[in-house]
Nanobody, 124 residues
Framework: QLHLVESGGGLVQPGGSLRLSCAAPGYGLDYHGLGWFRQAPGKEREGVSCITSGGTTVYVDSVKGRFTISRDNAKDTVYLQMNALKPEDTGVYYC??????????????????WGQGTLVTVKA
């Protein structure tokens, strides 16, 4: 059973940085596409970024140049480095995994394993 565990959320001022981690201890993620999604209060979940099993990355326009997704297969972990954070980045961030996921877009139906979420609050 694949369990994804996120960490790294918190409260940060605008312009600050956070690094989210998502681990699947004891479960190989080598063949999985990995994605990050977020849900702001009162809004629907949206895709943020994803990375294929081969390391190709995709970002939504709102985070391009500010966020960086990476993966460490040896540690079964995916990361999301978030810089220059804005108040509109506030939300619960979820990681997700799926075989073949990240096929050119950050699309939720491509993923069948989800973490519990970690809250990111960007506030002065």
């Amino acid at each position: 059973q694949l369990h994804l565990v996120e960490s790294g959320g918190g409260l940060v001022q605008p312009g600050g940085s956070l690094r989210l981690s998502c681990a699947a201890p004891g479960y190989g993620l080598d063949y999985h596409g990995l994605g990050w999604f977020r849900q702001a209060p009162g809004k629907e979940r949206e895709g943020v970024s994803c990375i294929t099993s081969g390391g190709t990355t995709v970002y939504v326009d709102s985070v391009k140049g500010r966020f960086t997704i990476s993966r460490d297969n040896a540690k079964d972990t995916v990361y999301l480095q978030m810089n220059a954070l804005k108040p509109e980045d506030t939300g619960v961030y979820y990681c997700a995994a799926g075989i073949g996921g990240c096929d050119g877009a950050v699309s939720a139906p491509e993923y069948n394993h989800w973490g519990q979420g970690t809250l990111v609050t960007v506030k002065a």
